[in-house]
């Protein structure tokens, strides 16, 4: 994924819409994130503080940066016996050293 976006959607004259902010939305995962939150925000650049498009974009843009950091929680608890995947088990926002630090705890 690039952030290159389809030239229509930025054709001049053209109105944003929400359904434009949402296409770029399902592909969302903490591998693309910063490429498609700098693409949600370049599409919305410019559109007024009320404008529909504008406020579903920051509002995907605020989502995206933490999955790009913190990444998504995926999956279960472990089964006894198994050790917990780190995603699952990591504390929420902690940054590098909550990860070291979940890492160090499973060693």
């Known amino acids: 994924?690039?952030?290159?976006?389809h030239p229509d959607r930025l054709r001049?004259?053209?109105e944003?819409?929400?359904?434009?902010v949402r296409q770029l939305m399902g592909a969302s995962t903490p591998h693309f994130a910063?490429?498609?939150r700098e693409r949600i925000r370049?599409?919305?650049?410019?559109l007024p503080v009320?404008?529909?498009?504008?406020?579903?974009?920051?509002?995907?843009?605020a989502r995206l940066n933490r999955i790009?950091?913190?990444g998504e929680v995926r999956g279960h608890q472990a089964e006894p016996g198994l050790t917990p995947l780190r995603s699952v088990t990591a504390?929420?926002?902690?940054?590098?050293a909550a990860s070291a630090a979940a890492d160090a705890d499973h060693h």
């Open 16 to 20: 944003v819409t929400v359904e434009d």
């Open 12 to 14: 001049p004259g053209r």
């Open 50 to 61: 009320d404008h529909p498009a504008r406020v579903e974009g920051e509002r995907e843009i």
């Open 34 to 36: 910063l490429q498609l």
């Open 68 to 70: 790009a950091f913190v």
């Open 42 to 46: 370049r599409l919305i650049r410019g």
């Open 91 to 96: 504390p929420r926002g902690g940054g590098a």
């Open 1 to 5: 994924m690039s952030q290159a976006e």
